[in-house]
């Protein structure tokens, strides 16, 4: 079936080609291109044609980067902790205790509010956590507290909360898909060779649900490292994370090289810190499900 | 009742996510100009303060044309790339199919910062045309996802019978296949309009002048006294999200139904 072979491979790529092509034309060039600009050198208003490495060499020197590239990533790593942390006795609820009837309908339950407006659902968290809001308000009509819990206001700590809540679905899915994959006959064996629930749990559920635990903090971390709108609502612009650095770089100062480096830069961070990630979690990874 | 804690934990996880979409209504309807408790009286003033905005009927016209041609072109995109990955082998499979997939886990700010940049050098105007760009590549992911479920679950020998019959590739996608995805289509065209709606980076950055749904309320939400206008917004918002994604989901289960797979649950 040789000719069946090509014709496979001439139609799959025939049809991959225009989703493909699009991928290339709107995302891939311009990423390239935000590379090159990256050792290109800034002029006024126009961007000058001259390799340098002066880009970088600011970015890595600059102590704003590094405070605020350091915050960015403890926010996400904070924020991916709790998510995960707080997701998969979720996950777990649904793959082991929920009627398989009603799977679909919990499920549902809980994407609906990651597709409800994500500002104004960021606002509001602004409205729950602030000075006179419903948790601080609410603790003093009470009479539990008598002046505001300042821990939850406009800070760092307000900023995970937000974003553990915008990005808690994405960790409850990869972690159920994993836990669905289990071959509930190999639970059953742990218990009958004499493990309790809870090292049954710890030796057999947890280590073949790992992939889906990475694939969740992986999921949560990237796109939270490069949120824009919660610092810019939450922190009233004060707490700047590495969004709205480059943000600030490329259209309010207009240094275009500048701004691409700091992007560069971030993504390779980011994309280091999920590669060792990955390599620290290898040896759940390999494992056949 | 089984799982008894972990049941009562899953609970309030969801009054955790559902907390700021359930003050949403409640903050829409008080009539105190600032949006903190206690409440004062009911009102549906801001409704109508909604209802008379220009600007904002500027902006839900932008946002809606915006979202259905993004829609409609993720979703072309997302069959051709379902159809491609579910049907066929080819080489570089893995890696292509990455590059798809890829928007999903790319920031949003790396995405449409890029896409600035590349559009200002070359001299594009910023339009809601450089928008509707962005917004299919961000769409298009989903599309496939939704798209690939729809296109798995498809017994090939239904084709093979249409060939079989005489049918040509064409008639056959068009009068076998297609009619068996057409839920997941409507699924993907939903997905897609609801995503598109609601994204906001993207727009901020490649919208030029022309407001969106999303950089409206940004704009609004650091003036006081249009909070509560906002708020009302934001409930109309949220019921028509609600209602898009119920839609969306039924079509999603017929599709599954109508295969004859198993449902293997929620929408990633």
């Known amino acids: 079936m040789a000719s069946g072979n090509r014709s496979q491979k001439t139609q799959g790529l025939g049809l991959i080609a225009p989703p493909l092509g699009y991928a290339v034309l709107v995302m891939a060039a311009p990423l390239l291109t935000i590379l090159a600009y990256s050792f290109l050198k800034d002029g006024y208003l126009t961007v000058i044609r001259e390799f340098t490495f002066d880009n970088y060499r600011t970015v890595w020197g600059d102590p704003i980067f590094h405070k605020i590239m350091l915050r960015s990533l403890g926010v996400a790593a904070l924020v991916t902790l709790v998510t995960v942390v707080l997701a998969f006795p979720v996950a777990y609820f649904l793959s082991f205790v929920v009627d398989p009837r009603k799977k679909s309908m919990w499920l549902f339950l809980i994407t609906i509010p990651f597709w409800t407006s994500y500002l104004i659902r960021v606002f509001l968290w602004k409205v729950i956590l602030g000075y006179n809001g419903v948790i601080n308000s609410g603790l003093k009509s009470l009479g539990i507290i008598e002046q505001p819990l300042t821990f939850i206001l406009y800070n760092v700590n307000s900023m995970v909360i937000t974003l553990a809540h915008a990005y808690a679905p994405f960790a409850i899915l990869p972690i ?4 669905e994959k289990i071959d509930r006959s190999l639970l059953e064996a742990g218990r009958d060779l004499g493990e309790s629930r809870i090292m ?17 903090a992986l999921i949560v971390f990237i796109p939270t490292i490069g949120d ?16 709205n650095m480059i943000q600030a770089q490329m259209l309010d100062l207009d240094n275009r090289p500048m701004g691409s480096a700091l ?27 | 009742m089984k799982g008894g804690g972990l049941r009562i934990y899953a609970i309030l996880y969801l009054l955790f996510l559902y907390a700021p979409i ?56 997302g069959v051709f790339a379902a159809r491609a990955s579910t049907r066929f082998e080819f080489p570089g499979k893995g890696p292509i199919m990455g590059l798809i997939m890829l928007p999903l886990v790319l920031p949003e700010i790396i995405v449409s910062i890029s896409l600035l940049v590349v559009l200002l050098s070359i001299g594009v105007q910023l339009n809601i045309l450089t928008v509707i760009l962005g917004h299919t590549l961000i769409c298009m992911p989903y599309a496939t996802v939704i798209l690939s479920t729809a296109f798995n679950s498809l017994d090939r020998s239904l084709e093979e019978a249409a060939y079989d019959l005489g049918e040509t590739k064409w008639s056959a996608f068009r009068l076998v296949i297609l009619p068996l995805v057409m839920p997941g289509i409507i699924s993907s065209l939903l997905m897609s309009f609801t995503i598109s709606l609601d994204e906001f980076i993207i727009a901020f950055f490649l919208a030029g002048n022309e407001p969106t749904l999303p950089t409206y309320i940004f704009s609004q939400l650091r003036f006081p006294k249009q909070i509560p206008m906002i708020m009302a917004l934001g409930t109309v918002l949220v019921v028509m999200s609600i209602i898009l994604l119920t839609i969306a989901e039924y079509f999603r289960r017929r599709g599954i139904a109508k295969t004859g797979a198993k449902d293997t649950g929620g929408f990633l």
């Open chain 1, 200 to 216: 049954t749990f710890w030796r057999v559920t947890l280590p073949l649900a790992m992939p889906g635990v990475v694939a969740a």
């Open chain 1, 263 to 289: 992007a560069v830069t971030a993504m390779l961070i980011v994309a280091i810190m999920s590669l060792i990630f990955v390599a620290l979690n290898r040896r759940f990874l390999r494992v056949k499900q």
């Open chain 1, 176 to 179: 159920f898909i994993a836990l």
């Open chain 2, 22 to 77: 359930i003050l949403l209504p409640i903050f829409a309807f008080n009539s105190g100009t600032i949006i903190a408790f206690p409440l004062k009286g009911f009102t549906t003033d801001w409704f109508g303060q909604m209802f008379e905005n220009a600007s904002l009927r500027r902006a839900l016209t932008n946002s809606l044309i915006i979202a259905v041609s993004s829609s409609v072109f993720a979703t072309c995109l």
């Open chain 1, 228 to 243: 824009y709108v919660t610092p810019a609502l939450i922190g009233g612009g004060k707490i700047p994370m590495i969004a």
